[in-house]
């Protein structure tokens, strides 16, 4: 073969070569390319609907995003005021909190009066009786109930509505759970009244305006003297705070105290199964 036929042959051989590479790449990368462009067309419904999106990060696990984390945020730069269960009237303060929005003996179901004074409490406790109700709670400007039945845009603005109605008699937002931040700190407390001043404010609850002017220098979150102590907070200080569901809140003092606590209706639950399945084993 002369040189010439030579080279021209293994010209067209690496050209085949090639082509047969460029082909084969163009072939894997096709799926990729379809797959991204689902993705990139997921809609904002898709993920309010609970479906998990995958973030891509090398040299990580692939992790779902937690769906609580997209559904509540911090507020930051609450004002924040503390009140108590039992607590008189007074200049700032106009109503009573012997009862709740949500409950006519809040007092009496407490246990007493949650007294503030520090000299008066230990361990994050009144020292003259033992919380009936978790003593680590929190009060919001927004009330779901209104004389009969809930108010007309409670299933509409409270996210977890349905899931949480019992009933035209139930609150969907007492004993709800949120986090509350002070630097480096986090306490967790149960919602169980409505206020402060206000109880219609959804849209700074559940929503993002900030808090409306008050007597109270706008303060938007009122918190129990447990709560108080645990953060080293001022009678009126400066907090966020944001919703959390139960399986995101760890043991800690807002875990051992009250019927109405959910660990410690857990904790009764699973006693209860307990016992049962030893009575079975013992007959």
């Known amino acids: 073969m002369k040189p010439g036929k030579l080279t021209h042959t293994i010209a067209v051989i690496l050209s085949s070569i090639s082509s047969l590479f460029a082909h084969g790449t163009a072939e894997k990368a096709e799926p990729a390319k379809t797959k991204f462009s689902k993705k990139s067309q997921k809609s904002a419904d898709d993920r309010s609907e609970g479906r998990s999106s995958i973030s891509f990060i090398p040299g990580q ?10 559904r509540y945020s911090w507020k930051s730069n609450i004002v924040t005021t503390v009140f108590w269960i039992g607590e008189k009237p007074s200049g700032n303060n106009p109503v009573p909190n012997r009862v709740s929005s949500w409950d006519k003996e809040w007092t009496k179901n407490y246990g007493g009066f949650d007294d503030p004074n520090p000299a008066h409490r230990n361990n994050y406790l009144p020292v003259k ?6 003593p680590f709670y929190c009060a ?6 209104a004389h009969t039945g809930h108010r007309p845009e ?10 949480a109605y019992q009933g035209p ?4 937002c007492k004993d709800r759970w949120i986090a509350i931040r002070k630097g480096n700190r986090t306490v967790y407390a149960q919602w169980e009244d409505a206020g402060p001043f206000r109880t219609d404010h959804w849209q700074y609850v559940f929503g993002n305006e900030r808090p409306k002017p008050n007597l109270n220098k706008g ?4 918190v129990s003297p447990a709560v108080r102590d645990y953060l080293g907070l001022k ?3 400066v907090t966020d705070w944001k919703f959390v569901e139960f399986s995101e809140v760890p043991r800690g003092p807002w875990s051992t105290h ?17 016992v049962e399945k030893l009575g079975t084993i013992a007959r």
């Open 140 to 145: 919001l400007p927004y009330n779901d109930k």
């Open 169 to 172: 008699a139930v609150s969907t």
């Open 235 to 237: 009678e009126t200080d």
């Open 219 to 222: 303060a938007g979150l009122d």
């Open 61 to 70: 696990l692939f992790k779902p995003r937690s769906e609580t984390a997209q």
């Open 258 to 274: 009250g019927e109405n606590n959910t660990f410690v209706i857990s904790d009764g639950k699973k006693g209860k199964t307990l």
């Open 154 to 163: 409670a299933p509409r603005v409270v996210p977890w509505f349905n899931e």
């Open 129 to 134: 009786f033992t919380p009936q109700q978790n």
